[in-house]
C-alpha cells in the first residue's frame, strides 16, 4: 500500500514530530510512505514558505504516484489552516484522507468558534475519510463536528528503552514551557517541598516563559531548553520523578516516555491521560492547578524510594504491555486497509 504522509520537519519541537519520526526511522508493516513536511519551526515567513512548498510538492506526488491514500497529521489553530489546501486537493482528486489529530485546546479550536468559522471546520474534516483521535475523550470532543463513525482512536506510544530504572529523586518536566503545560504552577510546587533534598530540570521550548519562571525558583532547578536525542535520553535516565502539571492534553508522548524509563509520574486528569495512568497504582492524578494536591503527592515520592520503585515499575510495565510502536503500527494499518476496502 503507498501512503502519503504530510509531517512537520524531522527537527520540529513538540509532540507530533516525535511521532512522525517513528514513522520514519521504522516504518509501518506492509506501507510505502512518502514522507512530504509541510512545516518548520521559525518565523510566520518561515512557516509559510515551507508550507507553500510542501503543498507544491505534495501535487506533485499526487500527479507522479498512485496514492492509495494520504495521511496527514494536524492540530488546532494554525495547523489547520495550514492543512486545509492538502486535504482540499486530495479530496478533489477522490483519494481517501486520514486525519490524525493531534490538538489539545478544543474549546478555543471549535466550541468558542464563530458560526462561520465552526461551518469551515465541519466542512473540512468531512473531506477526511477518518480522524484519529487520541483518546475515548477526544472522539467524544471530535463526534461534535463529524459522525462518531468516522473517528477512530489510537493512542500515541512510546519506544521501550533497554534500561536499569533509576527511580532517584531527580524530577523532571519535558515539554513546552508556558501557561497551557502548567510551568507556572511548578515554582509553587516546589516551594511547598523546599524542605527536602531534590533537584529538577525543566527541558522545552520558550524563552520568555522560561526567563521568568527562572526568576521564580532557586539554583536547584535548572533551563536546558528543548532536548532530544542523546541528551533527552539522559535526563530521563537519572530522573525518578517527572512532573507535568498541564492544564489540557491529548495523550502526551512526554508521558509515555517517562513511563517508558520507569519514572514516577506526577499529572493532571485532563484529555487522554487518565486512559494511560490509573491514580495511585502506575502514577499519580491531580486536578489542573491544585498546588496542595501536587505538592503533597511530590513530598511523598521525594521521601520514599521504595514507592518510586513500585510506582515507576508499574508505569513502565503498563506501558509496555499497551503502548508499544508495534501494536501502534498494526492499529494505523488496520484503518489505513479498512478504508481501502
Not at 506501507?31 to 513536511?37: C, L, N, T, Y
Not at 491514580?279 to 491544585?290: A, K, M
Amino acid at each position: 500500500m503507498k501512503v502519503l504522509m504530510v509531517v512537520p520537519n524531522r527537527m520540529v519541537m513538540g509532540g507530533i514530530a516525535s511521532v512522525v519520526n517513528g514513522y520514519r526511522d521504522q516504518g509501518i508493516k506492509d506501507a510505502d510512505i512518502i514522507f512530504v513536511e509541510s512545516y518548520i519551526d521559525g518565523s510566520k515567513i518561515a512557516k509559510l514558505i515551507k508550507a507553500f512548498k510542501g503543498y507544491i510538492e505534495y501535487r506533485k506526488v499526487l500527479h507522479k504516484e498512485k496514492v492509495d491514500l494520504v495521511h496527514i497529521h494536524s492540530s488546532f489553530g494554525p495547523s489547520f489552516y495550514r492543512k486545509r489546501p492538502f486535504i482540499s486537493y486530495a479530496f478533489k482528486k477522490r483519494i481517501p484522507i486520514v486525519n490524525h489529530i493531534h490538538g489539545a485546546e478544543f474549546d478555543k479550536f471549535y466550541l468558542d468558534a464563530s458560526d462561520s468559522k465552526k461551518r469551515k471546520i465541519k466542512s473540512c474534516y468531512l473531506k477526511c475519510d477518518k480522524l484519529i483521535a487520541l483518546s475515548d475523550e477526544w472522539r467524544g470532543r471530535l463526534s461534535l463536528i463529524v459522525p462518531e463513525d468516522r473517528i477512530s482512536v489510537i493512542s500515541n506510544y512510546t519506544n521501550i528503552p533497554d534500561i536499569e530504572v533509576n527511580n532517584s529523586n531527580n524530577i523532571l518536566f519535558l515539554g513546552e514551557i508556558g501557561r497551557r503545560k502548567g510551568c507556572f504552577d511548578i515554582p509553587k510546587i516546589l516551594d511547598q517541598v523546599k524542605d527536602i533534598e531534590y533537584s529538577m530540570v525543566m527541558a522545552g521550548n520558550g524563552e520568555e516563559a522560561t526567563r521568568e519562571i527562572r526568576t521564580m525558583v532557586d539554583d536547584r532547578v535548572s533551563f536546558p531548553g528543548w532536548v532530544r536525542g542523546e541528551e533527552k535520553d539522559k535526563l530521563l535516565r537519572n530522573a525518578g520523578i517527572f512532573l507535568f502539571p498541564s492544564y489540557n492534553e491529548g495523550v502526551p508522548m512526554a508521558v509515555l516516555e517517562a513511563m517508558g524509563y520507569g519514572l514516577s509520574v506526577v499529572t493532571t486528569n485532563v484529555g487522554g491521560i487518565p486512559t494511560v495512568i490509573s491514580n495511585e497504582e502506575n502514577g499519580f492524578l491531580v486536578n489542573p492547578g491544585d498546588i496542595e494536591g501536587f505538592s503533597n503527592v511530590l513530598r511523598k515520592l521525594l521521601q520514599d524510594a521504595e514507592l518510586r520503585n513500585e510506582i515507576g515499575r508499574k508505569a513502565r510495565e503498563h506501558v509496555m504491555n499497551n503502548y508499544s510502536y508495534s501494536s501502534h503500527c498494526e492499529k494505523i494499518y488496520e484503518l489505513y486497509l479498512s478504508i481501502v476496502k
